[in-house]
């Protein structure tokens, strides 16, 4: 088959849904010879900040001189941002030879793999033949059954617990809590920055039964903005003080996933894992990752944020007040099973207008839906709706000016198309 029919393929699998659990991957991955146990790894949970942790710990073991692979979902607009190693996505011709890989390997298995489990295994295959010096890898939902979650890591990450998904993990911070604490293995250091006492105390009680070591963010380790003015910041570690460090990562919060990254690293520094000052400042300088409050054009605006949980749209919402704009136009595409309400609660909160949109995906809400919610909200700007996210931006477009901003949010798959339409309108100007 040639990429496109793999990725079709691929996507396919989707119909199955989402089968928590391990044996399916477990099953799979013994079959290929668990390419999984071939290197060491990095385990990250978290309602949000995990991939722009992730990334922060590639950039800087990348720039220590080690070949490091990196496991995300979900990708904005191509699969292969899923798996890449030391910044370079995977191939087309690679994701199809390593689909086949995996694909042999299933033979007639009764249940066949979920999507998320197939490409689960396809990482930990490409890593495995990239010969990775250590993968970094980032749950997909939860944790305990998380896929992913076959793993013996060298330290586990937990940035943070707010709800999200509570139809399969819970519906208290104390039972989500508990479904990421159930990355956390016998022995191995647990690295944390969750800011509930509730949340703290599940992550706390599954330390205690495994016996691993917790390191909580601002007492165990810390990080503070610099003295040298906004964007930089000095960190507080275990064996390290580094002042004016500087992440490329615009939003206060990834200072405290920067520090989260760093002191995983310290841990790891300790296993041959070594990474000079100098590796450090030039990794967190490096560090990239689409869709977190990223400034796609000037004059004016146009911000991408995948704000898809309440607690995300908040943050969205503080940072962007630290914008210099006259008038503010949201587009916003949520997926059904979101908090619609506390998503746009926050970001009514700032807009002039708010415009509704819905992907192309089979969970996403309609905008009727959405303006039902908006209806309640007491909001006093104007609300307009649109049939898809390319109409909705151009749109936008024509609601501004020069001195105003536009915020896209709301949804990956928001965010996804958006991309593609930013691609085609700088092919147009």
Request: charged fraction near 25%; glycine fraction near 8%.
């Amino acid at each position: 088959m040639n990429y496109k029919e793999t990725i079709e393929e691929l996507f396919s699998l989707r119909n199955l849904g989402i089968r928590p659990g391990l044996k399916s991957t477990t099953d799979l991955l013994a079959r290929l010879g668990n390419p999984h146990k071939e290197y060491p790894a990095i385990h990250i949970a978290g309602t949000n900040g995990k991939g722009s942790t992730g990334a922060a710990c590639e950039a800087i073991l990348t720039a220590a001189g080690f070949s490091c692979g990196l496991y995300t979902s979900p990708h904005l607009v191509k699969f292969n941002e899923r798996i890449r190693v030391s910044f370079e996505p995977i191939s087309d011709s690679s994701v199809v030879k390593i689909a086949d890989t995996v694909k042999k390997a299933c033979n007639d298995t009764e249940p066949y793999p979920t999507f998320f489990e197939f490409a689960t295994v396809m990482a930990f295959e490409y890593f495995k033949v990239k010969k990775v010096d250590i993968a970094i890898i980032e749950t997909g939902l939860g944790g305990r059954l998380d896929s992913t979650n076959v793993i013996e890591p060298l330290v586990t990450i937990i940035t943070n617990v707010a709800r999200d998904h509570t139809p399969l993990l819970g519906t208290t911070i104390e039972e989500i809590a508990a479904e990421k604490a159930g990355i956390i293995k016998e022995g191995v250091p647990c690295i944390t920055a969750v800011n509930s006492a509730r949340a703290a105390r599940a992550i706390r009680a599954k330390c205690k039964e495994k016996r691993a070591p917790l390191y909580n963010y601002g007492t165990d380790f810390n990080a503070a903005q610099s003295k040298k003015g906004a964007g930089y910041f000095d960190y507080f570690g275990f064996t390290r003080t580094i002042k004016g460090l500087r992440c490329n990562l615009r939003g206060a919060f990834q200072i405290t996933n920067s520090a989260c990254a760093l002191a995983a690293l310290d841990i790891l520094a300790k296993r041959a894992f070594s990474q000079p000052v100098k590796a450090i400042r030039d990794g967190l300088k490096s560090v990239d990752w689409a869709g977190r409050i990223e400034v796609a054009e000037k004059k004016p605006y146009i911000i991408l944020d995948s704000a898809h949980n309440s607690e995300a749209a908040k943050v969205l919402v503080e940072e962007v007040k630290k914008f210099d704009y006259e008038k503010l136009v949201i587009v916003a595409g949520i997926m059904e099973d979101k908090d619609i309400k506390g998503i746009l609660g926050h970001l009514a909160s700032i807009a002039d207008t708010l415009i509704l949109t819905r992907p192309a995906c089979s969970r996403a809400a309609d905008t009727r839906l959405l303006c039902a919610v908006t209806d309640k909200l007491a909001f006093n700007g104007t609300v307009l709706k649109s049939k898809s996210v390319n109409g909705a931006c151009d749109l936008a477009v024509g609601l501004v000016t020069k001195k105003d901003a536009i915020i896209i949010t709301g949804s990956i798959f928001t965010l996804g198309e958006s991309k593609l339409w930013l691609a085609e309108r700088v092919r147009n100007l």
